[in-house]
Every structure is written in C-alpha cells, then in structure tokens.
C-alpha cells in the first residue's frame, strides 16, 4: 500500500537525520525540498552537495527507510510540528513524532510519574497513592513502560480506567520484551503509544537516554515515587527542576539514609508529596477548554 504523504514527508525526514545525525538540520533540508512528500530521487544531488553524502546513499538510505515504514504492521500516525496535537517541547528537540492510539489525550493536561526497576514496598505505596489522584482530577499520567514504578503506575491507571501516555524506547511496531508488549497493547487500546523512533530504528539499549531527553522535554511537571541516588529518573527530573517546571518528589524518600540526592533536590527547589493536596501543585493547569463552566457564574 503506497505510503500517505505525512508518511512519505517522515521517511525524508528519517533518511536526512540518518545521514546527518542532526534532528533540526534535517528537518529544515526537508522541509526546505520543493515538495517535502516527493521522494528525494531528483533532488539527490543537491542534497549529495548539501550533505556532504553520496547520491547513490541518499537513494539508498531512502529506500531501506520507505520499506520499514511499509512493513509497519500497526496503525501509526505522524505528529509534525504544525499539528495542533503536537506536544511543546522545552528541551531537545523532536521535530517527528509517531503515535498510536486516543491521539486526543495529546490535548488533555498530563503528569510524568518516574522510579527505579526494583522499588520498595514504600515506593510502591507511594506510586499507588498517586495515580487514584490522578485519575480523580481527570488528567492524564505519561509514562515509560519500563519495569518497578512506571508499569506499576501505567497498570494502576488503566484499572482506574485512566488515561495513559506511554513513551516508548523502541518504535511503536516493534517491542524487545513480551512482557512490554502485553502491557503495550492495554495502552492501545484506551490510552496512547508515542515514540521518537521511526519504524526504520533498530532496538537499541542507549535509546533510553533519548527517550528520556524527550521526556523531560515535553513535560511540565514531574512526580518522583523512589529513585536511588545517581538513578535514571534523577536526569529527566532534574531536567525539568532546572528550567523551572513543577518538580516533586516523594517524602518517604528524605526517610532513607541511603538516598542523599532526595534532600539536596529539595534544596535545590524540589517540592515533597504527603496528600492529594500537595499532588495539585504540581499538575498542569487546565486549559480554558478543559475549563467546567460555572453554572452560577
């Protein structure tokens, strides 16, 4: 089935940032070619002086990228930045995104909840408390679907019939762990999967560390359940700690001798989670929109 034109615009995307490494540079060569969505044939050899590559590669990188984006066997849609859907980004930038799923959610207001593989019963305590609050104050929860905290959080949410953002390490078509996979498929079928990887990528352990980066960029405020000190989570949180965004963690945290880093962030601006009350500081504000008129009003 020929690819539709968003599809065909991503796949030069893809090709240019496989042969730049550059996201912004490639997106702008794209978007600068005098049909984004035409294939990159006849412009080869501009773009060959451009780059700095070989026609012959360009062709090529093209070819074996158009074929991954063919071979999808999930229905996955393309986020530009011109959408209305798509996400603002305060960090790294992500010029092309792909999802699967309730896009809407994208419209809704959302809270990043983040912890370690392998949490204490107290963490566990912690993540299940938060995410009923969620789901009572209507908004969504964005997450990984990593193992201990994040997948916790995205089962608790999906049986509170919630709504789940899940952002992926992998393409949306592909998932190294069956495990992943089955949770993967309750988020699709309510929620929404969104990934930074084209269906061309392959599935590669460092991809975290970009998935991570993306998180951090489209979030506006962060719950920490548990995190060891020097943990993962600690550079999506900081990320958004150090631009200003709503950053909290849990107070059972400060409880442990061992986790140093949980007190020097409350130093640095971290606010601490007890109750209901201290989770709505945090939450993005609703938009107008999302507003419920007052009746009295």
Not at 58 to 66: A, D, L, Q
Not at 131 to 140: D, M, T, Y
Not at 247 to 270: D, F
Not at 272 to 280: F, G, I
Request: hydrophobic share 40%; aromatic share 8%.
């Amino acid at each position: 089935m020929p690819l539709t034109p968003d599809k065909q615009r991503a796949v030069n995307y893809e090709t240019l940032y496989a042969l730049t490494g550059d996201r912004e540079r490639a997106y702008k060569l794209t978007m600068a070619l005098p049909d984004p969505e035409a294939p990159l044939d006849t412009g080869a050899e501009v773009l060959s002086e451009i780059t700095g590559k070989r026609a012959e590669e360009i062709v090529s990188m093209r070819s074996f990228v158009m074929q991954a984006f063919e071979s999808e066997r999930i229905e996955t849609k393309v986020i530009f930045p011109e959408s209305p859907l798509f996400p603002k980004q305060y960090g790294d930038y992500f010029p092309v995104l792909y999802a699967s799923g309730n896009m809407d959610l994208l419209k809704d207001r959302f809270l990043t909840v983040l912890g370690m593989p392998r949490p204490s019963m107290q963490g566990r305590f912690d993540v299940l408390q938060v995410v009923p609050h969620l789901a009572r104050e209507e908004a969504g929860l964005l997450v990984t679907l990593d193992e201990g905290i994040p997948s916790i959080a995205a089962e608790a949410m999906l049986s509170e019939n919630g709504r789940v953002i899940a952002v992926l390490s992998d393409p949306v078509s592909k998932c190294a762990s069956e495990k992943e996979a089955r949770i993967r498929a309750r988020v699709y079928a309510s929620g929404l999967l969104i990934s930074v990887f084209p269906p061309s990528a392959k599935i590669e352990r460092w991809h975290v560390m970009i998935r991570n980066g993306f998180i951090a960029s489209i979030s506006e405020g962060v719950f920490l359940a548990e995190e060891k000190d020097g943990g993962p989570s600690w550079s999506v949180f900081d990320k958004v700690l150090a631009r200003g965004g709503r950053a909290m963690l849990s107070s059972s945290m400060l409880e442990v001798p061992s986790y140093t880093w949980a007190a020097r962030h409350v130093e640095s601006g971290a606010l601490t989670y007890s109750s209901e009350k201290d989770l709505r500081r945090i939450l993005p504000r609703r938009t107008k929109a999302e507003e419920v008129p007052d009746l009295f009003s």
